[in-house]
């Protein structure tokens, strides 16, 4: 039986806390969803008060008292750090949680979590989840012929966040990204972070992980002023390269002219000059599609794929926490 919630005329009564950049979006989805009422926001600046004012909402500065209405859900967009305090109360008050990824700062904060969870939907927002293109790329590649993985993610350290570093930030979207695709958990074989701006947290963050047979490697790094979201994938027969932002899938195989035991230039040519096919992917917004799955993971009383539940984002930390003792171990 799905776990009571209450109904207006609007559907699921949400709220979101923390409306900084992707706090924000999740305020203006909500304000568009059908089947949820978004009744109000929360942010401990009040000059964020005109957001309340154009989606028609109320404001409030303290999560507490914002708990304290009618609400049935939220979605927490604060600072990792605030994460545990603010769910912990939302799940007190028998609220439903999406908290933006990470689930915490680590892993023992995102057990306690989930040990307050009872029959409300904890997810957490692995936005990557509901990519159309990483959905193309579910429905497209055999993964038990890909051997190997490579994901970069490069950008400048958003100025929000100030109490992790690029793995939690940067490489956790991958290793959930890879779990969620290859049904598998990792073994971490090695991993490498650094800190080049000196800002307590490390700026780069290299890791190699283990999927059953499918080895991948994650970079990421605050350091490049450009930005950069890309996965390939290298089977027997064919590569796939997955382009995040822009929402593309390529697929990458050799020339069916090639003659591979040929000893000509010509065919020592087409060897490296694959055929590229370029996937059709329908765009759509990744966000709204999570937040849409989250209220109908609400209406059905259990968490729907593809959104992350609370097990998997704690299985997340776990890994990365894996990742920081295998740097450490290194460093020595």
């Known amino acids: 039986m799905s776990p009571p919630f209450s109904v207006t005329k609007m559907g699921i009564k949400v709220g979101v806390i923390g409306l900084g950049h992707i706090g924000s979006a999740h305020a203006r989805v909500y304000s568009q969803l059908k089947g949820c009422e978004l009744v ?39 600072p990792t750090s605030c994460h545990k305090q603010i769910a912990l109360e939302a799940l007190r008050k028998s609220k439903h949680v999406l908290v933006e990824k990470p689930l915490a700062t680590n892993v023992k904060d995102a057990e306690k979590i989930l040990k307050a969870k009872k029959s ?21 590649v055999d993964f038990s012929d890909i051997y190997s993985t490579v994901s970069l993610r490069f950008g400048p350290c958003p100025p929000s966040i100030k109490d ?44 190699s992980l283990k999927y059953g047979r499918t080895h991948s490697h994650i970079e990421t790094s605050w350091l490049p002023t450009y930005k950069l979201r890309v996965m390939e994938l290298y089977g027997s027969e064919n590569f796939y390269s997955l382009d995040y932002a822009q929402q593309e899938l390529k697929c990458y195989r050799a ?32 966000l709204k599609l999570e937040l849409k799955c989250f209220i109908e993971s609400i209406r059905k009383g259990e968490v729907l794929e593809p959104l992350c539940s609370g097990e998997e984002g704690l299985r997340v930390l776990e890994i990365a926490k894996e990742s920081f003792k295998n740097a450490e171990r290194r460093a020595r």
């Open 164 to 207: 992790i570093g690029v793995l939690l930030d940067l490489a956790s979207h991958e290793i959930d990204m890879l779990s969620y695709v290859t049904k598998t958990q990792p073994e971490v074989i090695y991993a490498y972070v650094s800190n080049h701006l000196n800002n307590g947290f490390e700026d780069y963050a290299y890791i």
């Open 255 to 286: 020339s069916p002219q090639v003659k591979i035991d040929s000893r000509s230039w010509r065919d020592i040519l087409l060897l490296s000059k694959n055929v590229n096919e370029e996937i059709l992917v329908s765009h759509a917004e990744p």
């Open 40 to 78: 109000g926001i929360c942010d401990i600046d009040p000059q964020k008060k005109y957001l309340a004012e154009t989606y028609q909402c109320c404001f409030f500065k303290k999560f507490k008292d914002f708990l304290k209405v009618d609400l049935d859900a939220v979605s927490i967009c604060t």
């Open 120 to 140: 409300e939907i904890l997810a957490v927002g692995y936005v990557e989840r509901f990519n159309p293109a990483v959905d193309r790329l579910k429905e497209t």
